[in-house]
């Protein structure tokens, strides 16, 4: 067999990945998402890490034999992934997060050859779970990606997309934001929506936040009085949903919606009276039933305005429901798994709800919060989201 080269360059114009092997590409990529994954919900032991290694190295095989080639190359020039000279642009739910872990150990070249063992692929994704290079091996060679042009002067790779935030010129949270964004909040309690401009600009200014940002998404609006933890809890929730949602590919308007509709999911608790909202301890049947009306409350405040996005409205409803379809609140007819904004909301709230301070009790770690997700992971929350997740506050 002839092994993985360790050099090489690469010139030429790039065109859209196409056949042969696309597809079993595209599970392969899949299946080290899936892998990198699993190692951030279970312990190194746990038989569902040694099956998704093992899925991983059987994706290798498939990817070689389909292509007919001994092994497959993935090159990362900035935000894109680059397989037999073309970039491969589908498959974003899986094709970010592998990107992103390649940016993070600092990966610009990777090959997997055809007869790459389980120990390899198991100290591959090792590495990339825990943000270290790899060490090449017989059969998995990482290396950095060399790019020329006919002139032979050398290229940083294609531009980055100029996104619908960052052309607005937005230079992030300003204080104004999040004060007029924070009497909005206050009026809704006592007057109702009237409008959401205020949170449409501050979302602006969340996305563009988490765009610059190089380390962990944390809190970053305090806790003045417990009559606002609502809008703290929301703007967090914002916060870590908008970079999920990057971290999956997501951008410009359609990256805004969603950060919106993170930011109001909880509207419906501004009509839920303060000393329930605020109670210590257990609440009553009459209470815990007020407060799960909150998510139906919200659905119907942002459905009545004019200028409320369907997605809000969606997210709001849909926030508590069930990835597995079990019953929860609010109830629904027919079992459906939420929309995936409302997914990456609820694991969001949980997080928040569990590591900022409540007006009844202190903040818990992290490390807690994270427990948490993961026992509900298959139930309350996708798996595979709620790794990503794991992955994405836990990276330095």
């Known amino acids: 067999m002839t092994g ?14 196409a056949p042969p092997g696309r597809a079993a590409v595209e599970r392969l990529i899949a299946q080290v998402a899936g892998a990198l994954t699993t190692s951030s919900l279970y312990p190194p032991t746990h038989p569902a890490v040694a099956s998704a290694i093992a899925q991983l190295r059987d994706g290798v095989m498939a990817a070689c034999d389909e292509r007919q080639q001994d092994a497959v190359t993935f090159l990362r020039l900035d935000e894109e992934i680059v397989v037999d ?22 990966v610009a070249r990777l090959t997997l050859a055809r007869d ?4 390899e692929c198991r100290a591959l994704v090792d590495a990339l779970a825990t943000s270290r290079r790899p060490e090449s091996t017989r059969h998995v060679v990482v290396g950095q990606v060399e790019i020329g042009n006919p002139g032979g002067e050398a290229l940083a790779g294609p531009p980055k ?12 949270v300003s204080a104004a934001q999040v004060e007029t964004a924070r009497d909005l909040f206050a009026r809704i309690r006592y007057e109702g929506v ?11 200014g969340l996305a563009d936040a988490v765009a610059r940002s190089t380390q962990k998404v944390l809190p970053t609006v305090p806790l003045k009085s417990h009559d606002e933890y609502t809008f703290v809890h ?45 109670k210590p301890g257990k609440l009553s049947g009459d209470e815990w039933t007020t407060m799960a009306s909150h998510a139906e409350l919200g659905a119907w405040e942002l459905g009545a305005l004019a200028s409320s996005a369907p997605l809000s ?6 926030h508590h429901l069930r990835v597995d379809g079990e019953p929860n609140y609010p109830a629904v007819r027919l079992a459906r798994a939420p929309t995936l904004a409302s997914q990456l909301t609820a694991i ?10 409540r007006p009844y009790r202190r903040a818990l770690t992290q490390a807690a919060a994270l427990d948490v997700l993961r026992s509900r992971a298959g139930t309350f929350h996708d798996p595979y989201l709620v790794g990503q997740f794991c992955q994405l506050v836990t990276a330095g």
């Open 348 to 357: 969001a709230d949980v997080y928040d709800a569990i590591c900022t301070v």
């Open 161 to 172: 997309p100029s996104t619908g935030e960052a052309a607005r010129g937005r230079d992030g």
């Open 116 to 119: 790459v063992d389980q120990d």
């Open 234 to 278: 929301s703007v967090n929730v914002s916060l870590l949903v908008l970079a999920q949602a990057r971290g999956f590919g997501f951008e410009g308007p359609l990256l805004h919606a969603i950060g919106v509709a993170a930011l109001v999911h909880d509207i419906g608790k501004l009509r839920v009276p303060l000393d329930v909202l605020n």
């Open 4 to 17: 993985p080269a360790h050099g090489g360059s690469w010139s030429g114009p790039i065109e859209p990945y």
């Open 194 to 204: 009237t409008t959401l401009d205020p949170v449409e600009e501050l979302v602006w």
């Open 313 to 318: 409205v969606l997210v709001a409803y849909e």
């Open 85 to 106: 000279g073309r970039p491969l642009r589908s498959g974003a739910l899986y094709l970010q997060p592998f990107i992103r872990a390649l940016r993070r150990s600092d």
